[in-house]
């Protein structure tokens, strides 16, 4: 095994078609299942665990059930927290999840804790206007502390310390019926880490031995060595100077001092805090207001990948930090015409994804039509958009010999870009 556990992981699919992050992100959660909520980083007035939502999405046949199964297959390994898959109802989770519960060998587990995965999102949990908003209660395990009850007529259980690790996959067609209002306003989207792929890393059609198959057997026992680890991570920052803590900040009047990974992480937020205040982006999903949250998380999982140790490096911090700016990017890219679940703001959307694909940023009325008919009504529909777009200053419109055509400019193209990619453009004065 390498010194990095997460990277030999992900290293020993290289042969297959899965994109790369699909295994690194099936293996993060492989790792905040098996730990659950026996570490933690401290956030003074809560424990903040490292259980996360991790959801696959790209079209179908991009080999996103592979990666899936492996973390699944994995878990099952360590054999200390119970799997849920397959086709369920979310009150069936829930009740499965009050319910004690023997795992393979006579250990008999008694608290709600829970791995789900699947490999597909909207089978795997049967259509309820409910699901997202419990399964987003549930993700706040700093939050439900003790018993969590639920006290419908029909169903009375109550949940002991709920923790919720979930790995599941969606195509553009399928997460249609799972991205309402509610689950995207509502928070659910702001605590999933979405994964968009386009590109699948290889083509390989397996019929032929690979040259390195995975060993899951192996790589199943260092997730049995964090398995065993309890208690908090260590503290980034200090009341008090020392050798370590030597970065001084003053914080309402007084002094506090950090160690070099809490430094790195408060001047980040600082800087990111500024940065969302002063962005023309405007997030309809809570994304970027659970932000440092979600790069504790994920600082916290690749610490573990590294070592058992409950110890973040700078460059595990600097990593965390890099992969979950991806994350709002995959969030715009997600759900960008679903936020406001209207035909005219999916409308809206292909017409700066058809700009943006091409170079220059340029197409004339009637191919645009013809490319988008299906979506608008009538010509005086698109004509309206399209005079918004040009009002807004996003899109020109202009007259070239017989033909009308569309420009988006050089510089509105790069700020679209930059927000596919995660980062905020500044606000225009």
């Not at 795997?124 to 409910?130: F, G, L, N, P």
């Not at 809570?286 to 590294?306: C, E, H, P, Q, Y």
Request: one cysteine or more; hydrophobic letters at 35%; glycine letters at 6%.
């Amino acid at each position: 095994m390498s010194s990095n556990w997460l990277n030999s992981l992900v290293d020993q699919h290289n042969e297959l078609e899965s994109p790369r992050s699909f295994w690194f992100w099936a293996g993060l959660a492989a790792i905040s299942a098996v730990v659950k909520d026996n570490v933690w980083i401290n956030k003074q007035i809560y424990n903040l665990y490292p259980n996360i939502y991790v959801m696959f999405h790209a079209d179908s046949g991009l080999k996103k059930g592979p990666p899936v199964s492996m973390s699944k297959q994995l878990v099952k390994a360590v054999n200390n927290t119970r799997i849920i898959s397959g086709r369920s109802s979310i009150q069936a989770i829930l009740k499965e999840l009050g319910t004690a519960y023997t795992m393979p060998g006579g250990k008999v587990m008694n608290r709600s804790v829970a791995f789900i995965c699947s490999s597909e999102l909207s089978s795997s949990i049967v259509e309820d206007k409910a699901a997202t908003k419990l399964l987003t209660d549930l993700y706040d395990r700093q939050y439900n502390i003790g018993e969590w009850r639920q006290l419908l007529k029909q169903d009375t259980f109550t949940l002991k310390d709920p923790t919720v690790t979930m790995l599941t996959a969606t195509n553009e067609a399928m997460s249609e019926d799972f991205f309402t209002r509610s689950a995207i306003r509502g928070g659910y989207v702001a605590r999933t880490f979405v994964v968009y792929e386009k590109e699948s890393q290889n083509i390989n059609s397996l019929i032929y031995p690979l040259a390195n198959p995975p060993n899951y057997i192996h790589s199943a026992e260092y997730l049995k060595e964090l398995s065993k680890l309890s208690g908090p991570f260590k503290s980034i920052a200090h009341n008090e100077s020392t050798n370590e803590y030597k970065h001084r900040k003053v914080k309402k009047g007084r002094d506090v001092w950090f160690n070099d990974v809490g430094i790195k992480f408060d001047d980040w937020y600082e800087q990111f805090t500024k940065q969302k205040r002063d962005s023309e982006f405007k997030d309809e999903t809570g994304t970027l207001n659970r932000f440092d949250d979600s790069v504790l998380k994920i600082a916290m999982l690749l610490s573990l990948a590294k070592e058992p140790e409950l110890e973040i490096t700078e460059e595990t911090m600097n990593q965390a930090i890099k992969e979950c700016e991806r994350l709002v990017g995959n969030v715009v890219r997600t759900t960008l015409g679903k936020q406001g679940i209207s035909e005219s703001a999916a409308l809206k959307t292909m017409v700066i994804h058809e700009l943006l694909a091409r170079q220059p940023h340029q197409i004339t009325r009637t191919v645009l039509m013809r490319r988008l008919w299906q979506n608008y009504g009538d010509s005086t529909e698109f004509d309206n958009m399209m005079q918004m777009f040009d009002a807004a200053g996003m899109i020109k419109t202009n007259s070239i010999g017989n033909q009308i055509v569309y420009t988006m400019t050089e510089t509105q193209a790069e700020e679209l870009k930059k927000l596919m990619d995660g980062k905020m453009g500044r606000r225009r004065e």
